[in-house]
């Protein structure tokens, strides 16, 4: 079986010392670790401020509740649950924006379409680690007087025009659970060059409370412990080496599925940007292919080649969020994209020998169906 992705960790051996000492020390939680992680984090992504938290979902609770946003989120519903459920938590609005199909971030044209004067702000997700149009995207912020919030959970390492994800937000926040490329296990990092904000979200991730124990609103336990800082720790010193492999795998993976099929098409990655490719995604348009997207799905899984329908139901087709949704010709793209992506495993250190695999699988399809 290969699975859709594995964490990229290293040797026990790296972690155990400053295991031993943190248990040694008895200091499990807001400790030194976490400061050393948050330090290099905003080093490294070249922001004033990294909060560390317990999660990218309880970080985007507190991002909205910190800039105080009221009313109605745009955002896209080709997302994660999270990025809605913290809108919800907020007792805000979701407003869904449909996506751009090539790329499948959200689309300005469509969010303009969107915006009343209830609007506080736009929530934007970096998918798959593939940046948003940042500039179109500030300068509807500007003109509305609304906050730009990214969820950036799939993009820590990812860049535009030469600068990381984690800059262009009033807020932008990464997730680090084993799915992602930077992991700490579990955990998030809220990016900000906002100080009010960041100590908003230093004081909230603590229940409300500064240290006086007379809390200043009703926070959460978001904290991180020491041992998540430790695996984040080891994994932020191999971020470059496990984002150059990833690519190398992504072009590799295109090259031999080109060679198979012509018609498979990929998520297309911003000019002057580089994508942490958290999930490498297949399109399949079945009127070009002949087939459709769940039978290819079905095929690998059958095979052991856990492939994986994300993001499939989009947000606006789930329980929690249908009577949100209007107008159903509003998310055209959403529906598409959604209907017909496919994410194959990948993680940092696949060996050529796991790609050839999985697209040999693929081929079996293509010969048994004699497409
Ligand atoms: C786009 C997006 N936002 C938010 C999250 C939630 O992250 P976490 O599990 O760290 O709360 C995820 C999780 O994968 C995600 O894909």
Known sequence: MIPITKPTLSKYKKYAPRFKEVIESGILTNGKYVKLFEDNASKYLGVKYCIAVSSCTSGLMLVLKGLAVRGEVVL????????????????????????????????????????????????????????CNVAALRKICNKHNLRLIFD???AFGSELKGKKVGVFGDAEVFSLSPTKVLTAAEGGLIATNNKALAEFCRIGR??????????????????????????????LKNIDKNLKDRLAAVNYFKNKLSRIDKNIEFQAIHKNSKSTFKDFSLYINPSKTGYNRDQLHDHLITNGIIAKKYFYPPLHLQKTYNKFYVNKKQLVNTNNVANNVLSLPLFSHISKKEIDLIVETIKTFYDTKRI
Do not use: C
């Not at 519903?77 to 609005?93: I, Q």
């Not at 090539?102 to 680690?129: C, H, N, R, V, W």
């Open 76 to 131: 896209p519903s080709f997302t994660f649950s999270a990025s809605g459920h913290a809108v919800l938590w907020n007792n805000l609005k979701p407003v869904f924006a449909d996506i751009k199909k090539d790329t499948y971030e959200i689309d300005p044209i469509s969010i303009k379409k969107m915006i009343t004067p209830k609007t506080g702000a736009i929530l934007a997700t970096q998918i798959f680690g593939n940046s």
């Open 152 to 154: 950036a959970a799939h």
């Open 206 to 235: 603590n229940y409300g409370d500064d240290g006086s124990y007379n809390t200043k609103f009703n926070g959460l336990n978001a904290r991180m412990s020491e041992f998540h800082a430790i695996i984040g720790l080891e994994s």
